[in-house]
């Protein structure tokens, strides 16, 4: 079965399923997530995605984030992805949402009303090789003058919601 997404209004109220990959190809708003682990140095835990990824390849990006399953809470959802990309869960809270729009060269465009987690983490994640290439620990203000300094090393999405939140996420470290 082809992975299906939550259509959303602009409240985030459900009007639909569809393939993950034709809201993609449409910019159709839908519902997602971004998970923001830290450890308790306060650094953030980056990914970089795996080679074989269909868009974005070997870019840097959030710790986690997917598309919640219908049917699935928000948290439910950032649990079970943290698990299935780094082989971990930890507890996640909700900090904010918010909508965004980002094309890709390829055609595609993320458009999602988005929900942003954090949760904290200690350990070493056991990552999977067809998601994740690799990973590493950054304070916030690293990573907000990495961007700055080497924008294409990071995903489009990030970089939006990282500009987005780094006022807010700083409030919870």
Not at 40 to 68: F, I, V
Not at 90 to 106: G, H, M, R, T, W
């Amino acid at each position: 079965m082809k992975e299906q997404v939550i259509l959303v209004d602009q409240q985030d109220n459900p009007i639909g399923l569809m393939e993950k990959i034709e809201a993609h190809e449409k910019a159709l708003l839908h519902r997602a997530f971004s998970v923001f682990v830290f450890n308790d140095k306060n650094e953030l835990m980056l990914q970089q995605r795996a080679a074989e990824k269909y868009h974005s390849p070997l870019l840097w990006t959030n710790t986690c984030c997917s598309h919640q399953r219908d049917g699935e809470s928000n948290i439910e959802a950032g649990k079970r992805r943290l698990q299935e990309e780094m082989g971990f869960s930890c507890e996640l809270e909700e900090v904010f949402s918010f909508i965004y729009k980002a094309p890709f060269d390829n055609g595609l465009t993320e458009h999602e009303y988005d929900h942003v987690m954090i949760g904290r983490f200690n350990d070493e994640p056991i990552v999977n090789p067809e998601e994740v290439a690799s990973y590493k620990w950054m304070p916030l203000e690293e990573v907000k003058n990495d961007i700055e300094n080497y924008p294409e090393e990071y995903t489009a999405w990030f970089k939006i919601i990282f500009k987005e939140s780094y006022d807010k996420i700083s409030k919870y470290i």
